[in-house]
Protein backbone atom coordinates (compact mmCIF):
# COMPACT_ATOMS: atom_id res chain seq x y z
CA UNK A 1 0.00 0.00 0.00
CA UNK A 2 1.00 3.37 -0.76
CA UNK A 3 1.93 5.34 2.21
CA UNK A 4 0.79 8.40 3.47
CA UNK A 5 3.87 10.46 3.02
CA UNK A 6 4.02 9.41 -1.04
CA UNK A 7 0.50 11.24 -0.93
CA UNK A 8 1.47 13.99 0.93
CA UNK A 9 4.53 14.07 -1.41
CA UNK A 10 2.29 14.05 -4.58
CA UNK A 11 0.10 16.32 -3.33
CA UNK A 12 2.77 19.04 -3.00
CA UNK A 13 3.65 18.38 -6.46
CA UNK A 14 0.42 19.20 -7.74
CA UNK A 15 0.33 22.20 -4.78
CA UNK A 16 4.02 23.60 -6.92
CA UNK A 17 2.47 22.85 -10.13
CA UNK A 18 -0.73 25.23 -10.02
CA UNK A 19 1.50 27.75 -8.28
CA UNK A 20 3.61 27.83 -11.44
CA UNK A 21 0.71 27.64 -13.83
CA UNK A 22 -1.77 30.49 -12.61
CA UNK A 23 0.05 33.24 -12.94
CA UNK A 24 -0.28 32.77 -16.51
CA UNK A 25 -3.50 31.87 -16.81
CA UNK A 26 -5.65 34.26 -19.47
CA UNK A 27 -2.40 36.40 -19.43
CA UNK A 28 -0.74 36.90 -22.71
CA UNK A 29 2.59 34.25 -23.61
CA UNK A 30 4.24 32.67 -25.77
CA UNK A 31 3.02 29.61 -27.29
CA UNK A 32 5.22 27.09 -28.84
CA UNK A 33 4.40 24.11 -31.38
CA UNK A 34 6.07 21.24 -30.86
CA UNK A 35 6.74 18.48 -33.20
CA UNK A 36 3.81 16.46 -32.54
CA UNK A 37 1.88 19.62 -33.25
CA UNK A 38 0.89 20.23 -29.92
CA UNK A 39 1.28 23.12 -28.05
CA UNK A 40 3.50 24.67 -24.91
CA UNK A 41 3.98 26.91 -23.00
CA UNK A 42 6.44 28.79 -20.53
CA UNK A 43 3.25 27.82 -17.84
CA UNK A 44 4.01 24.03 -18.88
CA UNK A 45 7.84 24.11 -18.67
CA UNK A 46 7.52 26.06 -15.06
CA UNK A 47 5.24 23.64 -13.59
CA UNK A 48 7.00 20.60 -14.90
CA UNK A 49 10.25 22.24 -13.16
CA UNK A 50 8.72 22.91 -9.85
CA UNK A 51 7.66 19.30 -9.42
CA UNK A 52 11.18 17.85 -10.95
CA UNK A 53 12.97 20.28 -8.46
CA UNK A 54 10.61 18.68 -6.03
CA UNK A 55 11.29 15.34 -6.63
CA UNK A 56 15.03 15.07 -6.61
CA UNK A 57 15.22 16.78 -3.49
CA UNK A 58 12.83 14.46 -2.01
CA UNK A 59 12.89 11.30 -3.42
CA UNK A 60 16.36 11.21 -5.86
CA UNK A 61 16.46 7.60 -6.26
CA UNK A 62 12.98 7.41 -8.13
CA UNK A 63 12.70 8.03 -11.57
CA UNK A 64 10.89 10.80 -13.35
CA UNK A 65 8.59 10.48 -16.95
CA UNK A 66 7.43 14.50 -17.67
CA UNK A 67 5.59 15.43 -21.23
CA UNK A 68 8.36 18.54 -21.31
CA UNK A 69 11.54 17.52 -19.62
CA UNK A 70 12.23 13.80 -20.44
CA UNK A 71 13.06 11.04 -18.86
CA UNK A 72 15.51 9.98 -15.87
CA UNK A 73 16.25 6.68 -14.34
CA UNK A 74 13.57 5.39 -15.89
CA UNK A 75 14.45 1.92 -14.77
CA UNK A 76 14.17 2.74 -11.10
CA UNK A 77 11.04 0.44 -8.84
CA UNK A 78 9.31 4.06 -8.43
CA UNK A 79 8.51 6.47 -11.44
CA UNK A 80 6.85 9.74 -11.21
CA UNK A 81 4.88 10.35 -14.40
CA UNK A 82 4.90 14.13 -14.78
CA UNK A 83 2.16 16.08 -16.86
CA UNK A 84 2.56 19.79 -16.01
CA UNK A 85 -0.85 20.55 -18.24
CA UNK A 86 -2.81 18.37 -19.38
CA UNK A 87 -5.14 20.26 -22.17
CA UNK A 88 -2.85 22.98 -23.44
CA UNK A 89 -4.96 23.91 -26.14
CA UNK A 90 -7.63 24.36 -23.31
CA UNK A 91 -5.59 26.03 -21.00
CA UNK A 92 -4.33 28.73 -23.81
CA UNK A 93 -8.09 28.99 -24.81
CA UNK A 94 -8.84 30.48 -20.87
CA UNK A 95 -11.05 27.31 -20.25
CA UNK A 96 -10.68 26.41 -16.52
CA UNK A 97 -10.66 22.67 -17.91
CA UNK A 98 -7.01 21.74 -18.03
CA UNK A 99 -5.68 20.03 -14.97
CA UNK A 100 -2.04 18.91 -13.96
CA UNK A 101 -1.32 14.79 -13.79
CA UNK A 102 1.03 13.32 -11.14
CA UNK A 103 1.23 9.65 -11.09
CA UNK A 104 3.55 7.57 -9.70
CA UNK A 105 4.28 3.81 -11.01
CA UNK A 106 5.84 0.89 -9.08
CA UNK A 107 7.51 -1.51 -11.31
CA UNK A 108 5.63 0.16 -14.34
CA UNK A 109 1.80 -0.15 -12.89
CA UNK A 110 0.27 3.11 -12.00
CA UNK A 111 -0.49 2.73 -8.32
CA UNK A 112 -0.76 6.77 -7.16
CA UNK A 113 -2.91 9.22 -9.24
CA UNK A 114 -3.93 12.98 -8.56
CA UNK A 115 -5.90 15.31 -11.09
CA UNK A 116 -5.78 18.35 -9.94
CA UNK A 117 -7.43 21.80 -11.31
CA UNK A 118 -5.74 24.76 -10.07
CA UNK A 119 -7.85 27.68 -11.27
CA UNK A 120 -11.39 26.08 -9.96
CA UNK A 121 -9.49 23.86 -7.22
CA UNK A 122 -10.59 20.42 -8.53
CA UNK A 123 -8.72 17.57 -7.12
CA UNK A 124 -8.70 13.83 -7.08
CA UNK A 125 -6.04 11.95 -5.23
CA UNK A 126 -6.11 8.13 -5.84
CA UNK A 127 -3.81 5.20 -4.64
CA UNK A 128 -3.88 1.71 -4.35
CA UNK A 129 -6.15 0.01 -2.10
CA UNK A 130 -7.41 3.57 -0.82
CA UNK A 131 -10.85 5.11 -1.78
CA UNK A 132 -10.44 8.13 -4.33
CA UNK A 133 -10.84 11.11 -2.79
CA UNK A 134 -12.49 14.63 -4.55
CA UNK A 135 -11.44 17.75 -2.20
CA UNK A 136 -10.72 15.69 0.38
CA UNK A 137 -13.94 13.39 0.32
CA UNK A 138 -14.70 10.26 -1.00
CA UNK A 139 -15.48 10.55 -4.40
CA UNK A 140 -17.93 7.25 -6.25
CA UNK A 141 -18.36 6.67 -9.76
CA UNK A 142 -22.10 6.12 -10.83
CA UNK A 143 -23.78 2.90 -11.73
CA UNK A 144 -24.47 2.40 -15.34
CA UNK A 145 -24.50 -1.28 -16.79
CA UNK A 146 -26.45 -0.28 -19.76
CA UNK A 147 -24.32 1.57 -23.11
CA UNK A 148 -28.01 2.95 -24.14
CA UNK A 149 -28.42 5.17 -20.61
CA UNK A 150 -24.06 6.04 -20.25
CA UNK A 151 -22.93 9.54 -21.29
CA UNK A 152 -19.61 9.33 -22.39
CA UNK A 153 -16.86 11.71 -22.50
CA UNK A 154 -14.15 12.18 -24.72
CA UNK A 155 -11.34 15.24 -25.49
CA UNK A 156 -11.90 15.90 -29.33
CA UNK A 157 -13.04 14.05 -32.26
CA UNK A 158 -9.79 15.41 -34.12
CA UNK A 159 -7.54 13.04 -31.41
CA UNK A 160 -8.03 9.83 -33.36
CA UNK A 161 -6.94 8.50 -36.52
CA UNK A 162 -9.48 7.48 -39.19
CA UNK A 163 -9.66 3.88 -37.65
CA UNK A 164 -9.94 4.69 -33.97
CA UNK A 165 -12.83 7.56 -34.73
CA UNK A 166 -14.15 4.77 -36.39
CA UNK A 167 -14.63 2.66 -33.92
CA UNK A 168 -15.86 5.58 -31.08
CA UNK A 169 -18.04 6.70 -33.52
CA UNK A 170 -19.97 3.08 -33.95
CA UNK A 171 -19.30 3.24 -29.62
CA UNK A 172 -20.68 6.85 -29.25
CA UNK A 173 -23.93 6.36 -31.76
CA UNK A 174 -25.90 4.26 -28.97
CA UNK A 175 -25.26 5.96 -25.75
CA UNK A 176 -27.26 8.62 -24.49
CA UNK A 177 -25.42 11.31 -24.88
CA UNK A 178 -21.64 12.42 -26.06
CA UNK A 179 -19.55 15.14 -24.42
CA UNK A 180 -16.32 16.74 -26.33
CA UNK A 181 -13.61 18.23 -24.68
CA UNK A 182 -12.44 18.27 -20.91
CA UNK A 183 -9.13 16.52 -20.89
CA UNK A 184 -8.18 14.76 -17.84
CA UNK A 185 -10.89 16.71 -16.43
CA UNK A 186 -13.22 14.44 -17.57
CA UNK A 187 -11.69 11.16 -15.37
CA UNK A 188 -12.29 13.53 -12.72
CA UNK A 189 -15.95 13.98 -13.44
CA UNK A 190 -16.52 9.89 -14.14
CA UNK A 191 -14.63 9.50 -10.67
CA UNK A 192 -17.49 11.66 -8.88
CA UNK A 193 -20.10 10.25 -10.49
CA UNK A 194 -20.97 12.59 -13.73
CA UNK A 195 -20.10 10.56 -16.31
CA UNK A 196 -19.95 7.02 -17.52
CA UNK A 197 -17.48 6.54 -20.04
CA UNK A 198 -14.10 7.91 -21.14
CA UNK A 199 -12.93 6.71 -24.31
CA UNK A 200 -9.71 7.87 -26.28
CA UNK A 201 -6.50 7.11 -28.47
CA UNK A 202 -3.01 8.28 -29.47
CA UNK A 203 -2.61 9.31 -25.75
CA UNK A 204 1.27 8.60 -23.69
CA UNK A 205 2.12 6.87 -20.36
CA UNK A 206 1.75 10.96 -18.98
CA UNK A 207 -1.91 11.55 -20.13
CA UNK A 208 -3.32 8.35 -18.71
CA UNK A 209 -0.95 6.61 -15.87
CA UNK A 210 -2.60 9.40 -12.73
CA UNK A 211 -6.25 8.62 -14.05
CA UNK A 212 -5.92 4.59 -13.27
CA UNK A 213 -5.79 4.98 -9.77
CA UNK A 214 -8.70 7.80 -9.04
CA UNK A 215 -10.66 5.93 -11.23
CA UNK A 216 -10.59 2.26 -9.69
CA UNK A 217 -10.07 4.17 -6.02
CA UNK A 218 -14.04 5.10 -6.90
CA UNK A 219 -15.14 2.20 -7.91
CA UNK A 220 -14.41 2.59 -11.80
CA UNK A 221 -12.16 0.48 -13.93
CA UNK A 222 -9.72 1.77 -16.75
CA UNK A 223 -8.57 -0.82 -19.49
CA UNK A 224 -7.03 -0.76 -22.83
CA UNK A 225 -9.29 -1.31 -26.16
CA UNK A 226 -8.49 -5.14 -25.58
CA UNK A 227 -9.56 -5.27 -22.05
CA UNK A 228 -6.11 -5.46 -20.55
CA UNK A 229 -4.79 -3.30 -17.82
CA UNK A 230 -2.77 -0.23 -17.85
CA UNK A 231 1.06 0.45 -17.34
CA UNK A 232 4.34 1.77 -19.02
CA UNK A 233 4.01 -0.78 -21.86
CA UNK A 234 -0.01 0.17 -22.94
CA UNK A 235 -0.79 1.58 -26.54
CA UNK A 236 -2.61 4.48 -25.60
CA UNK A 237 -6.05 3.58 -26.49
CA UNK A 238 -8.07 3.66 -22.94
CA UNK A 239 -11.64 3.06 -21.90
CA UNK A 240 -12.87 4.44 -18.50
CA UNK A 241 -15.80 2.60 -16.96
CA UNK A 242 -17.90 3.77 -14.03
CA UNK A 243 -19.64 0.92 -14.23
CA UNK A 244 -17.13 -2.15 -14.55
CA UNK A 245 -20.05 -4.14 -16.10
CA UNK A 246 -19.82 -1.83 -19.42
CA UNK A 247 -16.44 -2.85 -20.36
CA UNK A 248 -17.57 -6.34 -22.25
CA UNK A 249 -19.86 -4.49 -24.15
CA UNK A 250 -17.89 -1.40 -24.39
CA UNK A 251 -14.61 -3.62 -26.08
CA UNK A 252 -16.87 -5.57 -28.36
CA UNK A 253 -18.70 -2.19 -29.83
CA UNK A 254 -14.74 -0.87 -30.05
CA UNK A 255 -13.94 -4.17 -32.03
CA UNK A 256 -16.62 -3.80 -34.61
Not at 90 to 119: K, S, Y
Not at 230 to 251: F, K, Y
Request: one cysteine or more; proline letters at 5%; aromatic letters at 8%.
Amino acid sequence: MIDAATIVLAERLADAAGAAIRPYFRQKFDIETKGDLSPVTAADRASEAAMRAIIEAERPDDGIIGEEYGRVREGARYVWVLDPIDGTRAFVAGRPLFGTLVALLDEGRPVLGVIDQPIIGDRWVGAERRPTLFNGQPASTRRCAAIAEARIGTTSPHAFCAETFAAFDRLRSGVRDTLYGGDCHNYGLLASGHLDLVVEAGLQLYDFAALVPVIEGAGGRMTDWQGRSLGRDSDGRVVAAGDASLIPAVLEKLGG
